[in-house]
Nanobody, 124 residues
Framework: QVQLVESGGGLVQAGGSLRLSCADS????????MGWFRQAPGKEREFVAA????????YYTDSVKGRFTISRDNTKNTVFLQMHSLRPEDTALYYC?????????????????WGQGTQVTVSA
């Protein structure tokens, strides 16, 4: 069973940084590819970044490339999203998700387990 809990969100000024964490309390974390998604008010949930099971392959949506970095620590059952140069348009509820298998996945339907989300607010 996968149970995901996000943390690390908050209020930051434009240009600032935040590091999101997502911990899995289950025992099969390394069996899953992991992803980060976000949902702004009035908008659909969108893909942000993903990482494969061992952490040697990553993928990002264009708007965050060069600013965000996804990583994972399988010894701690945790995936991270380091965010730099934050912009007001990055404001959203950020979710982590787990997808069975070893590959990088980029669409919502490929993810079976979701956390409750952590709010990121970037002020201008």
């Amino acid at each position: 069973q996968v149970q995901l809990v996000e943390s690390g969100g908050g209020l930051v000024q434009a240009g600032g940084s935040l590091r999101l964490s997502c911990a899995d309390s289950g025992h099969t974390f390394r069996s899953y590819g992991m992803g980060w998604f976000r949902q702004a008010p009035g908008k659909e949930r969108e893909f942000v970044a993903a990482i494969n099971w061992i952490g040697d392959n990553t993928y990002y949506t264009d708007s965050v490339k060069g600013r965000f970095t996804i990583s994972r620590d399988n010894t701690k059952n945790t995936v991270f999203l380091q965010m730099h140069s934050l912009r007001p348009e990055d404001t959203a509820l950020y979710y982590c998700a787990a997808s069975p298998g070893m590959l990088v996945r980029t669409t919502l339907g490929e993810y079976d387990y979701w956390g409750q989300g952590t709010q990121v607010t970037v002020s201008a």
